[in-house]
T-cell receptor, first 113, second 113 residues
Framework: DAGVTQSPTHLIKTRGQQVTLRCSPK?????VSWYQQALGQGPQFIFQ???????QRGNFPDRFSGHQFPNYSSELNVNALLLGDSALYLC????????????FGDGTRLSIL | QKEVEQDPGPLSVPEGAIVSLNCTYS??????FMWYRQYSRKGPELLMY????GNKEDGRFTAQVDKSSKYISLFIRDSQPSDSATYLC?????????????FGTGTRLKVLA
């Protein structure tokens, strides 16, 4: 049973650059959510995608955008990177949109220099 | 006041001890209550979840929800060094087409051999 997979595992960028992170959901899941996790903190919700649409968004600026493809995989894009964007970016999948329990991938660790 | 409060620890216990991890919350509308385990440099792994109130047991793990006190607990029996990780509680609700999925900050647990 394939779990949630994310790529790349680690990325180093400089301020002002743009980055794209990728996620494939757990087999059988159709909903993808993205989270940002700072060191020593719990994950913070960025947005959720279902049926290729952004269904809900957390308190993140428009520099953070996403996409979901017909095969349910998803991308997270971050523009104009800031030092404060350095974090672990987690993708989670679930069956159906909303508040169902979510399964997480191992994340992409993004470092901004 | 945060919606979900969790003591960050660290919590150190000897091997074989019973571990009690707890979270409190302020929003009585939460419906799902989850516990995740996160090893260093890995994503959160869903351990257990409960819908509404009550207890749930899975092997050495027991999750309890007390909605009257707005308090949830995870008990680990016969703790092992391999249980050393950060434990995150999470809670979710859906209302009027929107949803929340909120994490605690996590409790670091160290089980000493």
């Amino acid at each position: 049973d394939a779990g949630v997979t994310q790529s790349p595992t680690h990325l180093i960028k400089t301020r002002g650059q743009q980055v794209t992170l990728r996620c494939s959901p757990k087999s059988g899941h159709d909903t993808v959510s993205w989270y940002q996790q700072a060191l020593g903190q719990g994950p913070q919700f960025i947005f959720q995608y279902y049926e290729e649409e952004e269904r809900q968004r957390g308190n993140f600026p428009d520099r953070f955008s996403g996409h979901q493809f017909p095969n349910y995989s998803s991308e997270l894009n971050v523009n104009a990177l800031l030092l404060g964007d350095s974090a672990l970016y987690l993708c989670a999948s679930s069956l159906a949109a909303g508040n169902q329990p979510q399964h997480f991938g191992d994340g992409t660790r993004l470092s901004i220099l | 006041q945060k919606e979900v409060e969790q003591d960050p620890g660290p919590l150190s216990v000897p091997e074989g001890a019973i571990v009690s991890l707890n979270c409190t919350y302020s929003n009585s509308a939460f419906q799902y209550f989850m516990w995740y385990r996160q090893y260093s440099r890995k994503g959160p792994e869903l351990l257990m979840y409960t819908y509404s109130s009550g207890n749930k047991e899975d092997g050495r793990f027991t999750a309890q929800v007390d909605k009257s006190s707005k308090y949830i607990s995870l008990f680990i029996r016969d703790s092992q060094p391999s249980d050393s990780a950060t434990y995150l509680c999470a809670m979710s609700l859906t209302t009027s087409g929107t949803y929340k999925y909120i994490f605690g900050t996590g409790t670091r647990l160290k089980v000493l051999a």
